[in-house]
């Protein structure tokens, strides 16, 4: 049954924190998540955010913490992007509509931000290790003891670490209760045998498992099948109670299991959760909800549904149903009397506005397939982030080239790995942040072997709404150091797209590409596709004095702070370095030969990145007879959430910001 009427109380309005849910019963306590839910439906719909998942979890949020005394007790919240009624219930309803938007609430959990929000993460899979380390850490005289809960959806359980964790808890019996939030989906469906398996769990009735129990029921089957079970090795008996009993995979590691509880029950989680946490032992409660409950579009659309509306656009919903798309207005065809003679000149239409430029992540994608269907060795890889990096597009065109490995990180670069010894092509397409869990297969398993891996590196730099946990700030800085690997970065759409051909034809080891979030500068594609010279950058415009050396995203803006110096009447050189490693060795030393001042700028922190290359060539190779090199980029800090535009004024990496810098350095008046 749908949730999506109207309440006509206002229990919400009275909680102010955890502590006012504890004088609820379970009645009001429903009604509480179902105000809350209401909330998230009518707020997000008009600003924005991730919406499905937290409409999924208002009932749970709700029963935590009405048998919980947070902060005390601990709730680790697994991504951060289901912890909206959380962050209602623990004193923040009166925010919620600033969250995501610069200088308001944190688009995930934020420990600076609130003493109920425990961990700061903001990618999968993190939450039952940090568990296990708060408890243990409790269990060992360490600050005050209290219960600790990690709540982690079966997208986020995809992930390896999440099973290291588990193995921990029940090696060394860590009494935590692991809320296994299962809506069968992440951001996209979730994939693999495990998918599979909680999938299975969703069609028994709730059960309290223990390993003895069930083997002892096994044995005891009509018809002699007990007596021939009894006879049967333990190996294959454990197969046979692993399929009669779902929950064993928990068991099996010393961890109680009890589920399915329905997670939009807020009486049944109650009586489940206070089981749990009398069970002095770690347990995990596996429920099942709906993401996207209450909201028809996405409760009702089935995973097509619940994927598309994982995140919600400013002013995407009008009275809690989807808002009516806007028609475009239809062309009107012309008559003779329509002429331009015959019409008043105020009366003649303007040209059609010019389309908009494509994103980044289409470019990408229309020149992926194009790439894959010209070389079938070519196959696409990602990790749960299909629609994210464009590879829905390919999953489409071409399935036998594309492949997602769940919420697996590692995994991508092993996978990827492997497809690259037999010869193939493999284009990794993951997020610049989440590429930093596989460093380790990064380093060992492609870099060292000189693996033919391209790494396609979307939301490079700031990406805005989703902050600190998302920015791809460090990539440029993590690669430089590794031996084999070519770094490149295009200015443009073009440029990206002549880049993906040239990774894909480099037949030397791994090449790693990054790309920003957001729309491309609007420049015709390239047909076909051109390689570029390994190791080149390129002179876009031939001045003096000073040399503006922009690498990606940075050549855009060292384009704006040419034009503000202009104004001033200085003339600089502008220049694309295309490639961080190997760097244009002869272009930087014509450069520093030429001018006064070299200005290197990037999208990527400071240290370790492509202006410290810069600087270090020009250290150890040139002598002091050469100019002054002054880096532009990101502070050595994490930058908050907010609109780049906003992000980019306060880090200083605007044209303007640069212009003020170089005539600073110049001793020139500052700009005006």
């Known amino acids: ?27 009001q306590l429903q009604e509480v998540a179902q105000e809350t839910r209401e909330l998230i439906i009518d707020t997000i719909g008009e600003i924005g955010g991730h919406f499905g998942a937290n409409l999924g979890t208002c009932e749970l949020a709700v029963a935590l913490h009405s048998l919980m005394d947070s902060p005390r007790d601990k709730i680790l919240w697994d991504v951060g992007h289901q912890a909206y009624p959380h962050k209602i219930l623990t004193g923040r309803r009166d925010r919620l509509a600033t969250i995501r938007q610069y200088g308001g609430l944190a688009p995930f959990c934020s420990i600076p931000e609130s003493p109920h929000d425990i961990m700061g993460a903001g990618h999968a899979s993190t939450s039952i290790g940090y568990a296990v380390g708060l408890k ?63 999938n299975r769990f969703r069609l028994n009735p709730r059960l309290f498992h223990a390993r003895e129990d069930v083997e002892e029921r096994l044995t005891k089957l009509p018809m002699g099948l007990g007596r021939r079970i009894e006879r049967l090795g333990p190996e294959i008996k454990s197969a046979i109670k692993a399929y009669w009993a779902p929950g064993l995979l928990f068991e099996e590691l010393g961890i109680a299991y009890m589920g399915v509880i329905d997670g939009h029950d807020v009486a049944d989680l109650r009586w489940a959760l206070r089981r749990a946490f009398e069970a002095d032992r770690p347990v995990v409660v596996h429920i099942h909800t709906v993401k996207g409950r209450g909201f028809a579009a996405a409760e009702d659309g089935g995973l097509e549904g619940m994927e598309k509306w994982h995140a919600a656009k400013p002013g995407s919903i009008v009275d809690r149903a989807p808002a009516e798309q806007k028609q475009k207005p239809k062309l009107v065809p012309v008559t003779e009397s329509d002429s331009p003679a015959s019409i008043a000149p105020e009366k003649l239409e303007t040209a059609a506005p010019k389309p908009a430029p494509p994103a980044y992540t289409s470019v990408f994608a229309n020149a992926l397939i194009e790439e894959a269907k010209r070389d079938r060795r070519v196959i696409g890889i990602t990790a749960a982030m299909a629609g994210g990096t464009g590879l829905d597009k390919l999953a489409k065109a071409l399935p036998e080239q594309y492949i997602d490995v769940g919420i697996a990180e590692q995994e991508a670069v092993l996978f990827a790995s492997g497809v690259a010894l037999q010869g193939g092509k493999p284009v990794c397409a993951i997020y610049s942040t989440f590429l930093q869990r596989a460093f380790d297969q990064i380093v060992h398993d492609v870099c060292l072997q000189s693996l033919n891996v391209v790494f396609a590196m979307d939301r490079a730099g700031l990406v805005g709404d989703d902050g600190p946990t998302h920015h791809g700030a460090f990539d440029i800085s993590f690669f430089r150091p590794l031996p084999n690997i070519v770094l490149m970065a295009p200015r443009d759409e073009a440029m990206l797209v002549n880049m993906l051909r040239t990774a894909l034809a480099h037949d030397d080891g791994p090449v790693a590409l990054r790309y920003p979030r957001g729309t491309a500068e609007g420049v015709p594609l390239p047909e076909p596709p051109r390689e570029i010279e390994i190791g080149t950058g390129e002179v876009l415009q031939e001045g003096e004095r000073i040399a503006l050396l922009g690498y990606g995203w940075g050549v855009q803006v060292a384009n704006d702070a040419a034009a503000v110096l202009a104004e001033r009447g200085l003339r600089p050189t502008v220049a694309d ?37 810069v600087l270090e060539h020009v250290e150890d190779g040139l002598g002091a007879d050469r100019a002054r090199i002054m880096r532009v980029g990101l502070p050595d800090r994490y930058v908050t959430h907010g609109k780049p535009s906003l992000l980019r004024e306060e880090v200083g990496l605007t044209g303007d910001a640069v212009a003020e810098r170089v005539l600073t350095a110049l001793g020139e008046p500052a700009v005006s």
């Not at 206002?10 to 909680?15: A, P, V």
């Not at 490693?581 to 400071?606: F, M, Q, S, Y």
């Open 1 to 27: 049954m749908s949730d999506s009427h109207r309440t006509d109380s206002n229990l919400l309005d009275g909680i102010e924190g955890p502590a006012d849910l504890h004088r609820l019963d379970d009645e």
């Open 136 to 198: 243990e850490a409790m269990r060992r005289g360490i600050g005050p003891d209290g219960k600790v809960v990690a709540v982690i959806g079966d997208g986020a359980l995809t992930g390896g670490v999440a099973y290291e964790a588990l193995h921990q808890a029940g090696g060394l019996e860590t009494p935590v209760v692991i809320v296994l939030n299962d809506n069968g989906m992440s951001i996209s469906p979730n994939v693999g045998a495990l998918s599979h398996y909680f």
């Open 577 to 613: 370095a295309r490639f961080a490693k190997p760097l244009d060795e002869g272009l930087i030393e014509r450069l520093a030969g030429e001018h006064e001042l070299v200005v290197t700028i990037e999208e990527n922190v400071l240290p370790g990145g492509f202006g410290a290359a």
